[in-house]
């Protein structure tokens, strides 16, 4: 059972990240060609694309071959949500890890789950309003009002945010990778993937859409672009 889940999850991650390529280029033109419009609806289906990713990557992490035993992947499954589902994977991913070292593990766990909260979980409640239909105004769980939090949250989305929840995700998932397959390689790796991660993190904070968009229509390749639709009577 697991190795069929294993491969089937394998599969549908090989299709989502050929669609990340396509909507990644299918932004850049509606930034190029300044369609707004369709970048907004663009946004919405990446950020939708990114929660698809977590849940299926996560699928395939936790049915690893010699990741977990079966009764390990049941008590998994059995958590209520996403959240719980992800804490006591990366419990028992370090329970499977050899040392005496308490203090270094609880300060492993401490940082991957601050990163999870982050950039996992809180990204997942975003789309799980944008699946509802909730593409402008947000509403509450029992959705009798407006929850003006969130909608202000969904307001501030854009494709460039969405698109660093892939790379730190990545980075993340690296992480409980090494522990579930390879201790050898948690020890080599881990706290250099960390300081990468947290680079990341600091050197694109101030990263925005409209950065992103500075950055190609200030492009040769978009000056080349521009100057073969003024000809083609595009613009």
């Given at each position: 059972m697991a190795e069929e889940i294993f491969i089937a999850s394998?599969?549908?991650?090989k299709d989502l990240k050929k669609q990340r390529k396509r909507?990644?280029?299918l932004v850049n033109r509606a930034i190029r060609e300044k369609k707004d419009a369709d970048l907004t609806s663009l946004t919405k289906v990446?950020?939708?694309?990114?929660?698809?990713?977590?849940?299926?990557?996560?699928?395939k992490l936790i049915h690893t071959p010699k990741a977990f035993t079966e009764s390990e992947i049941m008590q998994i499954m059995a958590e209520h949500n996403l959240e719980e589902k992800w804490v006591k994977c990366v419990n028992l991913a370090f329970n499977r890890l050899n040392t005496t070292n308490l203090g270094e593990v609880a300060n492993k766990k401490q940082t991957l789950n601050?990163?999870?909260?982050?950039?996992?979980?809180k990204p997942s409640?975003?789309?799980?309003?944008?699946?509802?239909?909730?593409?402008?105004?947000?509403?509450?769980?029992?959705?009798?009002?407006?929850?003006?939090?969130?909608?202000?949250?969904i307001g501030n989305l854009d494709f460039v945010k969405i698109e660093r929840y892939f790379c730190i995700y990545d980075k993340f998932h690296q992480c409980i990778l090494d522990l579930l397959i390879s201790h050898k390689t948690h020890f080599r790796d881990y706290y250099?993937?960390?300081?990468e991660l947290k680079d990341y993190i600091e050197s694109t904070k101030s990263w925005s859409l409209e950065t992103k968009k500075h950055k190609i229509v200030s492009s040769i390749k978009y000056q080349n672009y521009k100057e073969k639709y003024y000809k083609n009577g595009a613009y």
């Amino acid at each position: 059972m697991a190795e069929e889940i294993f491969i089937a999850s394998t599969e549908n991650l090989k299709d989502l990240k050929k669609q990340r390529k396509r909507i990644y280029a299918l932004v850049n033109r509606a930034i190029r060609e300044k369609k707004d419009a369709d970048l907004t609806s663009l946004t919405k289906v990446y950020a939708l694309l990114y929660s698809a990713y977590v849940e299926t990557s996560f699928l395939k992490l936790i049915h690893t071959p010699k990741a977990f035993t079966e009764s390990e992947i049941m008590q998994i499954m059995a958590e209520h949500n996403l959240e719980e589902k992800w804490v006591k994977c990366v419990n028992l991913a370090f329970n499977r890890l050899n040392t005496t070292n308490l203090g270094e593990v609880a300060n492993k766990k401490q940082t991957l789950n601050r990163l999870m909260q982050e950039y996992i979980i809180k990204p997942s409640l975003i789309r799980n309003k944008v699946a509802h239909g909730q593409w402008i105004y947000c509403l509450n769980s029992d959705c009798t009002k407006i929850n003006q939090n969130t909608t202000t949250q969904i307001g501030n989305l854009d494709f460039v945010k969405i698109e660093r929840y892939f790379c730190i995700y990545d980075k993340f998932h690296q992480c409980i990778l090494d522990l579930l397959i390879s201790h050898k390689t948690h020890f080599r790796d881990y706290y250099q993937i960390i300081a990468e991660l947290k680079d990341y993190i600091e050197s694109t904070k101030s990263w925005s859409l409209e950065t992103k968009k500075h950055k190609i229509v200030s492009s040769i390749k978009y000056q080349n672009y521009k100057e073969k639709y003024y000809k083609n009577g595009a613009y």
